[in-house]
Nanobody
Framework: QVPLVESGGGLVQAGGSLRLSCVVSGRTFGTYGVGWFRQPPGKERAIVAG????????YYADSVKGRFTISRDSTKTTVYLQMDSLQPEDTAVYYC????????????WSQGTQVTVSS
């Protein structure tokens, strides 16, 4: 079990930027990395970016490549998602989650942070 607290969401106009933060208290046993997932209204939750705890390559969904950047601090206790050139279709609740190999998220609850992009 890994307590997570997401922050940084808000309301922004199309073309604007936001930076999300996630404080990670520890690692879920056996997980491969930590990532950001989002759930738009009426749609399923899906991963948008993931970064391994160590080694490996960073993952981005095709819809956010070139616009979003995932990173972490040197202690790996905080994970960030820099979101640029935001569009209305990016509107969603964003969640931070450890994940297993194959981008499979660990199962537990967190509050998430709301991102709303207006045109």
């Amino acid at each position: 079990q890994v307590p997570l607290v997401e922050s940084g969401g808000g309301l922004v106009q199309a073309g604007g930027s936001l930076r999300l933060s996630c404080v990670v208290s520890g690692r879920t046993f056996g997980t491969y990395g930590v990532g950001w997932f989002r759930q738009p209204p009426g749609k399923e939750r899906a991963i948008v970016a993931g970064i391994p705890w160590s080694g490996g390559s960073i993952y981005y969904a095709d819809s956010v490549k070139g616009r979003f950047t995932i990173s972490r601090d040197s202690t790996k206790t905080t994970v960030y998602l820099q979101m640029d050139s935001l569009q209305p279709e990016d509107t969603a609740v964003y969640y931070c989650r450890p994940y297993y190999s194959g981008l499979r998220p660990a199962s537990f609850w967190s509050q998430g942070t709301q991102v709303t992009v207006s045109s």
